[in-house]
């Protein structure tokens, strides 16, 4: 069994070893020399984010869980988290972005209805935030079914 050899004569392993290790030392460089933070590198997973939120920690909280978010992560839950530590830091706005998206995507949530009709009214959107309570309603009733799950059971 022989290596595969690139031009030059060298193993491709080698050479993959060698540009890893480059990769490394440039994120490295980049982290030593404030270009980039090292939280940006991965995002925490959901329990840490919880624990995060939970600390008071707000700010990273809601910073990890845009980082899961933008790293294409599907669960709802990230989204919600998000949700919660903009409001607990007073990013109202920031809140109700997340809610919109968060809406498109996870159309029969029970869960980010609950949670968006404090964003709609921190927001001065009383009626909105009426109306989606109203769609609970009509969700529950017409699919019952869809809300048998624990996390569906309960609105935090």
Known sequence: ????????GIPARRVA???VGCGLILVAGAVATGMLEPRALVAADISEATAMFKAGKYLECADAAQIAIDDGQYSETWRLLKIRAD???GRYE????????ALDRY???????????RVLRHNDQAE???KLLDEIDI???GFSWRYSDPASRIVH
């Open 1 to 8: 069994m022989s290596a595969t050899v690139q031009p030059g």
């Open 17 to 19: 070893r060698l540009l």
């Open 87 to 89: 409001l607990m830091t």
């Open 94 to 101: 920031a809140a109700l972005v997340t809610l919109e998206a």
């Open 107 to 117: 159309q029969a949530s029970v869960r980010l209805r609950w949670l968006g009709s």
């Open 128 to 130: 909105q935030a009426t």
């Open 139 to 141: 969700l529950t009733d």
